[in-house]
């Protein structure tokens, strides 16, 4: 059995990790895949774009639709917020 291998973030070329979905979220999946590296340049970039157009102290990730394959963003607060929920 070949080992399943993670996908690779579109945006900085890492592993993407596994991220538990909140019990109290809508979304149907178990897990997402989503990019936690803090050198991704669509998560740094993040930080920019809603300091300026939103006032807001916050940024998003890079979560991976399984259905499209692309990134959808996954807001976040602080470079620590979700990490709690990385299953690997
Ligand atoms: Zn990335």
């Known amino acids: ?11 900085c070329g890492q592993e993407m990790k596994k991220w538990k979905v909140p019990v ?6 178990e897990f ?3 990019c936690f590296n803090d050198d991704c340049p669509y998560y740094i970039q993040g930080w920019t774009q809603l300091q300026t157009h ?3 102290k916050a940024s998003y ?4 639709d399984p259905d499209s ?5 996954l807001p976040v607060w602080s470079p620590e917020a979700l ?3 990385i299953i690997a």
């Open 83 to 85: 990490k709690d929920d």
């Open 69 to 73: 394959g692309k990134c959808v963003p």
């Open 54 to 56: 939103q006032q807001t």
């Open 32 to 34: 997402f895949y989503v």
């Open 61 to 64: 990730r890079c979560r991976l």
């Open 24 to 29: 109290t979220s809508t979304w149907p999946d």
């Open 1 to 11: 059995m070949k080992e399943e291998n993670a996908p690779l973030c579109p945006y």
